[in-house]
């Protein structure tokens, strides 16, 4: 069982930086990729980012550029550097983990893009 905890979230004025962070339970070599996906209000979960254990990073078309995902191995940890945050990038944001077999979601933590 993996447990995934995120935090780092809160308001923020547009064109601002927030960095999230998720706690992962177990170490990270034993998970083929972690990502980050968001949920605004009344619409579908969306992937954000993705690092996989070779550190391989893809990202959604709209935070390209503004977004780095990363993979701290020593703190089992996955960050999300949110840079230039528009207010369309609010949103509730999760921390995935894909253990090919297994997949588990964090509690998720709230982002809001606001002036």
């Known amino acids: 069982q993996v447990q995934l905890v995120e935090s780092g979230g809160g308001l923020v004025q547009p064109g601002g930086s927030l960095r999230l962070s998720c706690a992962v339970s177990?170490?990270?070599?034993?998970?083929?990729?972690m990502s980050w996906y968001r949920q605004a209000p009344g619409a579908q979960r969306e992937l954000v980012a993705t690092?996989?254990?070779?550190?391989?990073?893809t990202y959604a078309d709209s935070v390209k550029g503004r977004f780095i995902i990363s993979r701290d191995s020593a703190k089992n940890t996955v960050p999300l550097q949110m840079n230039s945050l528009k207010p369309e990038d609010t949103a509730a944001y999760y921390c995935y983990a894909d253990q090919l077999a297994r997949h588990y979601w964090g509690q998720g933590t709230q982002v809001i893009v606001s002036s």
């Open positions: 177990v170490s990270l070599r034993a998970i083929y990729s």
């Open positions: 690092v996989t254990t070779d550190g391989t990073t």
